[in-house]
């Protein structure tokens, strides 16, 4: 259990993968990927509950999902070293290889160009052992209360004691300067081409002890 600014950060349940999907596509309704690929407001939180329940679930098996202590108002979904990447069997296994059926293939045009942009860069700059945090989201009457933070410490120090680097990517313009703040350092930014959406992709490299 991590504690910040008398925050509890706990390792999320079996019993709270409803709830964290709830929350997860909540925090990213009005974030400019989902508005691009989705614009309908009631569409879009339905592609987000189906992509959050299937990555919610693996991280449960294969990762380190971590919330709050109580109501579930932030997600932290930490992949190991050991699952970085989700291979093919598991993109079976979880049902993502449903999202092109799901999505319909106008919606699905407009997202794919855009997660395999940044799963190209992922797989190119980050050949060593790493800790990968796909997704940190807090409910939106929540964000800017200390909540973004404490499950990043979930993970942090304990990369920082196996010095593992962390990489995260973002879609997101005002988290840059989050990231910034918790020793993140941009890896590469750019534009992606059929979206025109700005991104940015981090390491946090251990400070040596």
């Not at 449960?60 to 932030?74: D, R």
């Not at 940190?136 to 200390?146: A, M, W």
């Not at 404490?150 to 995260?168: D, F, K, M, N, V």
Request: glycine residues 6%; proline residues 8%.
């Amino acid at each position: 259990m991590v504690y910040l600014h008398n925050m509890q950060v706990i390792r999320l349940s079996q019993q709270q993968t409803a709830d964290a999907v709830v929350a997860l596509a909540r925090a990213f309704h009005n974030q400019p990927f989902g508005i691009f690929y989705a614009p309908d407001p009631q569409e879009r939180m339905r592609l987000l509950r189906e992509q959050f329940t299937r990555l919610v679930k693996y991280c449960c098996s294969y990762g380190e999902p971590y919330t709050t202590l109580g109501t579930v108002e932030g997600v932290a979904l930490w992949m190991p070293p050991s699952a970085a990447r989700i291979t093919p069997e598991h993109e079976r296994e979880f049902g993502f290889d449903e999202l092109p059926a799901l999505f319909g293939q106008e919606a699905f045009s407009r997202y794919q160009p855009v997660r395999n942009c940044l799963r190209a860069i992922h797989e190119r700059e980050m050949k060593e052992p790493h800790w990968y945090l796909p997704i940190l989201g807090v409910e939106p009457s929540r964000q800017g209360s200390g909540i973004g933070s404490a499950l990043l410490q979930s993970i942090l120090g304990r990369a920082t004691a196996e010095r593992l680097p962390c990489y995260l990517d973002t879609l997101q313009p005002q988290n840059v300067a989050f990231y910034h703040k918790h020793g993140f350092k941009v890896l590469v930014e750019g534009v992606e081409r059929v979206s025109r959406l700005p991104y940015w992709c981090f390491r946090r490299t251990p400070v040596p002890v």
